[in-house]
């Protein structure tokens, strides 16, 4: 990419946005940033007893998110976050307008069964189902890609480099 643009990781719990995330940013050549860094102590807790986060939760972490990204316009960087709903990105929209989003997006199976393997994180499988009843896809007018996650995680940070490139001419 030739302009150092704010990319937002998101998708569903497991789909490797903390995995995928540096890879690309270290490809990008700019600072990462964890999204589950910005969560306030409260929301571990709620996420790490089984219980999903509601929207009164998630907007003091999105605004965080959204002012790590604003920070960042016209630098460039890499953040993750689910950014699940359509409100929660044009929430981080709102704080900072250039960003654009890669959808890691996947099989559900698949997504369970790399969740399974985690070790040390807060969210269990089990929330695995909300995350996908709340997820809304990325619109047609969101600037942002959709990425499969089958594979390396080298490779989904490839296909991640390329179709962001496809947004270039925009």
Known sequence: MSTPHV??????AGTGKTTIGPLLADK?????????DFHPAENIRKMSSGTPLTDDDRWPWLDAIGAWAHGRAGKG???????????YRD?????????????LTGDRKLIE?????RQGHFMPTALLDSQFATLQPLGADEAGVGVDVAG?????????VEALRGLEPR
């Open 7 to 12: 990319v937002v990781v998101m998708g569903v």
């Open 28 to 36: 990008l050549g700019v600072p990462y940033a964890e999204g589950d």
């Open 77 to 87: 960087g890499v953040v993750s976050s689910s950014a699940l709903k359509r409100a």
């Open 91 to 103: 929430r981080l929209r709102a704080a900072a307008p250039g960003v654009v989003f890669v959808h």
């Open 113 to 117: 069964d790399r969740m399974s393997q």
């Open 152 to 160: 390396t995680p080298e490779e989904i940070t490839a296909r991640a």
